[in-house]
C-alpha cells in the first residue's frame, strides 16, 4: 500500500502562528488524562511514556511502550514517574469500574436524531424528521422546537459566547443569548437565537450540508462540508461566502476544528488538514491532505468518517472494529481496537476529560456499548452499556460545576447520561464491564503491507452484504455504510 501527500500551494504571508509552533506550545501545555470525579487521582506529568509510535513498521501494546522508553535509563527519578503513571491508570480505571449513571430518554423526535450539542444546561438535537429540539436537561423536558429545514438536520454546532455577543448586539438581543448552527439536506445552514427560539439567518450553500463547525479564529468562520465534498467558509462578520474548494472526492462527513487548524474528514476515507489564516478571502490554507489508501479508511461514498483531533494525532471512527489514529504531519496511522470482535463497527469517537470515547455497535447481537480509553495513552479503562441499548450515531459531553459527567447520546433514541456519586446507594442504571479482549489488544502502528490492504478489502466486501441476523431495522440495518444515505433520504 503506498502511501501518498499532495502537497498545498505555497503558503501566503499570514497573521496566524505557524501551526508548527502552535502545536508545539499545546504539546508542552498538555493537560493529562483526568479520572472520573468519584475517584479523582493526581495529575501525571507530561507525556512521557505515552507510547507513540514514529515508525510506521512497529507494533507494540502502549503499555508495554512505555516501560521499554526507560529501558537503559539510569535515572531512577524517571522510572519513578513511569511507575507513578501506572499507579495512576490502575486508579482511574478502579474509579471507571465504579461509574454509575442515571440515564433519561428525551422523547420528542419521530425520526433518527443524528447530531447533538450541549449548550449550558441545554441540550440541542437534530433529526432526520426536520426539526432541531432544545431540551431542559434538569427536567429533562423539550423547551423549544426550531422548525424551518426542509430536509433533514444532518450537524450542529454552537459559537462561543465571546462571539455570540457581537451578533446579539447587532441584534438588539441580550449579549448573554446563545446562538445555534444548523446544517441540512435541504442545502441551508441555519442560524437560530436559542432564547426566542428564532432563525436570524439561512445561507444557501447550493448543497445538502453533511458536516459544520464554528471555527473560532479572528472575527470567526463558520466552515461547513458538502454531499460533493466541497468545504466552504463563511465569515461570522459579514455572514459573506469567503471559500469554496473542492476538497474531496466523497462527501464531508466530519468537520473538526483545533486552534488554527481544521480538520476534514470524508465518505471516501480522505483527511484533509487547514490552516486558518484570519484573511478576507480564501482562510483555510490546505497543509496536507491524506487519502483513504493511507488513513485505511476507505468505506466507499455511502459510509462514514468521524474524527476527533488531539495534537498531530487525529482519532478517526469509519465502521470498523477499530479506531484510526493518523499522525497528520507524517501520515503514519496507528489501529486501536474498540471491539474484540469484527462484527463490531464504530460510529462516532469523542474526547472529553481526558478521555477518549468510542461507540461500539455489534451487527451480529446488536449489542451497543461505549469504550474509554485514557488519554493520552489511549489505554483501555472500561466498557458501558444498558440492556436493549440502541446503536450510537451521535455523542457530546460536558461537566457539571462539580467536575461530574454529562453526556448525550443520539440514534435512534435520544438519552442524557447523568453521573450519579459511585459511594451512594442508588443503582446507575448503566453496566460497567472489562472486555479481556480489549485488554489484551495492543496499539498497533501499520505499515505498507500487502497484508493490511487485503484485509481492508476483505472487510469491505464483507460490510456490502449488510449487518448480521441480530441487527434491528431501519438506520441499523445497513451495515457501517448506511448512516449517511439514511439521512440524506
Not at 426550531?146 to 430536509?151: D, E, I, Q
Not at 463563511?234 to 483545533?258: L, P
Not at 470515547?357 to 458501558?384: H, K, M, V, W
Amino acid at each position: 500500500m503506498k502511501r501518498q501527500v499532495e502537497d498545498a500551494p505555497e503558503a501566503l504571508p499570514s497573521q496566524t502562528p505557524p501551526a508548527s509552533k502552535i502545536l508545539k506550545g499545546e504539546a508542552e501545555s498538555r493537560a493529562p488524562a483526568s479520572p472520573a470525579p468519584a475517584a479523582r487521582t493526581r495529575e501525571r506529568g507530561g507525556e512521557a511514556g505515552t507510547g507513540r509510535q514514529q515508525d510506521g513498521t512497529q507494533a507494540a501494546e502502549v503499555s508495554d511502550h512505555c516501560r521499554s522508553a526507560s529501558a537503559g535509563r539510569s535515572d531512577p527519578s524517571e522510572e519513578q514517574q513511569l511507575e507513578q503513571e501506572e499507579a495512576d491508570f490502575t486508579s482511574l480505571r478502579a474509579s471507571w469500574e465504579k461509574a454509575k449513571f442515571r440515564l433519561r430518554r428525551l422523547d420528542g423526535h419521530n425520526d433518527i436524531v443524528t447530531c447533538a450539542v450541549a449548550v449550558d444546561n441545554l441540550v440541542v438535537s437534530g433529526s432526520r424528521d426536520t426539526t432541531v429540539k432544545v431540551w431542559h436537561v434538569p427536567t429533562a423536558t423539550e423547551q423549544k422546537n426550531l422548525g424551518g429545514h426542509t430536509g433533514g438536520v444532518t450537524c450542529l454546532s454552537v459559537p462561543p459566547p465571546e462571539y455570540c455577543k457581537r451578533l446579539a448586539w447587532s441584534l438588539s438581543l441580550s449579549d448573554r443569548e446563545r446562538f445555534l448552527l444548523s446544517g441540512s439536506a435541504d442545502c441551508y445552514v441555519k442560524i437560530w437565537a436559542l432564547s426566542v427560539g428564532q432563525c436570524v439567518k439561512s445561507i444557501y450553500t447550493f448543497n445538502a450540508v453533511t458536516a459544520l463547525c464554528f471555527v473560532p479564529e479572528g472575527d470567526g468562520y463558520i466552515v461547513a462540508g458538502s454531499d460533493g465534498g466541497k468545504v466552504q467558509a463563511w465569515s461570522w462578520h459579514t455572514f459573506e461566502n469567503c471559500q469554496s474548494a473542492s476538497a474531496h472526492q466523497e462527501a464531508v462527513t466530519s468537520i473538526q476544528s483545533q486552534g488554527p487548524l481544521v480538520f476534514s474528514g470524508s465518505a471516501g476515507g480522505e483527511v484533509s488538514v487547514w490552516e486558518n489564516r484570519r484573511s478576507a478571502r480564501d482562510p483555510l490554507r490546505l497543509l496536507h491532505r491524506w487519502s483513504g489508501q493511507v488513513t485505511g479508511c476507505r468505506g466507499g461514498p455511502g459510509g462514514r468518517l468521524t474524527l476527533s483531533p488531539r495534537g498531530d494525532r487525529v482519532f478517526l471512527g469509519y465502521g470498523r472494529a477499530w479506531l484510526k489514529i493518523l499522525h497528520w504531519k507524517t501520515g503514519t496511522t496507528s489501529r486501536l481496537t474498540n471491539h474484540s470482535s469484527i462484527t463490531g463497527v464504530t460510529d462516532c469517537v469523542h474526547q472529553t476529560g481526558g478521555l477518549l470515547i468510542g461507540s461500539c455497535y455489534d451487527l451480529a447481537n446488536g449489542e451497543s456499548t461505549l469504550n474509554l480509553f485514557s488519554l493520552p495513552q489511549c489505554r483501555y479503562l472500561a466498557s458501558l452499556t444498558w440492556p436493549d441499548a440502541p446503536r450510537i450515531l451521535c455523542f457530546a459531553a460536558w461537566t457539571t460545576g462539580s467536575g461530574d459527567h454529562r453526556w448525550v447520546t443520539g440514534g435512534r433514541d435520544l438519552i442524557v447520561w447523568e453521573q450519579l456519586p459511585s459511594s451512594g446507594k442508588r443503582r446507575g442504571d448503566v453496566t460497567v464491564r472489562r472486555d479481556g479482549g480489549l485488554d489484551s489488544c495492543s496499539l498497533e502502528s501499520e505499515g505498507d503491507t500487502e497484508d493490511d490492504e487485503e484485509t481492508d478489502d476483505h472487510e469491505d466486501d464483507d460490510d456490502s452484504g449488510g449487518a448480521g441476523e441480530g441487527a434491528p431495522a431501519g438506520a441499523e440495518d445497513g451495515g457501517p455504510g448506511s448512516w449517511l444515505r439514511c439521512v440524506l433520504q
